[in-house]
Nanobody, 113 residues
């Protein structure tokens, strides 16, 4: 059973940056598309970014130009670099294996002054 473990969340001021990581274990990581999702209090979980096995990417309109998703297949890790953070980016961020429909436990990101 694949396990996804997110890290890198925390408290940051508006305009700041954070880098989230998601480490996968027990799977053939490179063949799967991987996604980052987020869920704010009282809201539905939403897609933030996806990276496909060939390296192409897709972003939510709300994060385009500010967030970058990347992957290191040798390390079985997917990253989300978040720049120019806004208070509305505050949420729990989840890693997701798009092919296996497997979720991590989430990491809290809070953007506040």
């Amino acid at each position: 059973q694949e396990r996804l473990v997110e890290s890198g969340g925390g408290l940051v001021q508006p305009g700041g940056s954070l880098r989230l990581s998601c480490a996968a274990s027990g799977s053939i990581f490179s063949i799967y598309a991987m996604g980052w999702y987020r869920q704010a209090p009282g809201k539905q979980r939403e897609l933030v970014a996806v990276i496909y096995n060939g390296g192409s990417t897709k972003y939510a309109d709300s994060v385009k130009g500010r967030f970058t998703i990347s992957r290191d297949n040798a390390k079985k890790t997917v990253y989300l670099q978040m720049n120019s953070l806004k208070p509305e980016d505050t949420a729990v961020y989840f890693c997701h294996n798009e092919g296996r429909n497997n979720w991590g436990q989430g990491t809290q990101v809070t953007v506040s002054s």
